[in-house]
């Protein structure tokens, strides 16, 4: 697979190292002559030039790349290299960093963006998955679908604890994708008993999100005050 990453600082390099131990072919592109840090992923092809030049993308393979990744600390250049990339080079698929969560509606498909990733969501998500249980916490969207993965564990008393997945009816817009238990990962076999403190993984369709707090009621029904 070909990559193209506009922006070359740490996030941009990192996601080159790790794409290309994995055998796949990255560009990297910045204007910052400071940002040319060859030597550090010098299996990358580079190019110093400003990726919201149309110009620039010709030159970096844009109409070549299978996905084009927005990771500079801009969010308004992260917008332009993505409509870009998709308006003006039909690449595939468009990823897109978000630094300021305040941006995040204007990360879509009008803006040629077909992954958003923002950091400060995903940090958020992560905090609350460590700390709360008993709570259905958003993992990740999939910004295509609508789709969403939820996180809840279980906790004591429960109505699901001691029941057999196979008997849980979640309804037909989610679905249990996986259970953690000590740390290991069970696949949702049918006669796998569930206990307090699994930790269960959800796929919820975009009509889901309407559903929430049903599931919730029916997972871990909060206290009555």
Known sequence: MRVLIAGAGSVGRSIALELLAHGHTVTLVDHEPGAMRV?????????LADACSPRALTEAGAGESDVVV??????????????????E?????????????????????????DVPVSTPRIMTSLVEEAVSVGDLVPLFRFH?????????????????VGHRV??????????????????????VEPD????AGDELLLVLSAQGQ????????????????
């Open 39 to 47: 030597a550090s992923v010098a299996q990358a092809e580079w190019l």
């Open 70 to 87: 927005a990771a500079t600390g801009d969010d308004k250049a992260n917008l332009v290299v993505s409509l870009l990339a998709k308006s």
């Open 89 to 113: 080079f039909a690449v595939p698929r468009v990823v897109a960093r978000i630094n300021n969560p305040r941006n995040e509606w204007m990360f879509t498909e009008t803006w040629g963006v």
């Open 144 to 160: 295509r679908s609508g789709a969403s993965i939820h996180e809840l564990t279980l906790p004591d008393g429960s109505p699901v």
């Open 166 to 187: 196979g008997t849980v009816d979640l309804g037909p817009h989610a679905v249990l994708a996986a259970v953690m238990r000590s740390g290991t990962a069970y696949g």
């Open 192 to 195: 796998l008993t569930l206990e």
């Open 210 to 225: 309407d559903d929430l707090d049903q599931l919730q009621e029916q997972l871990a029904p909060r206290a009555q005050d």
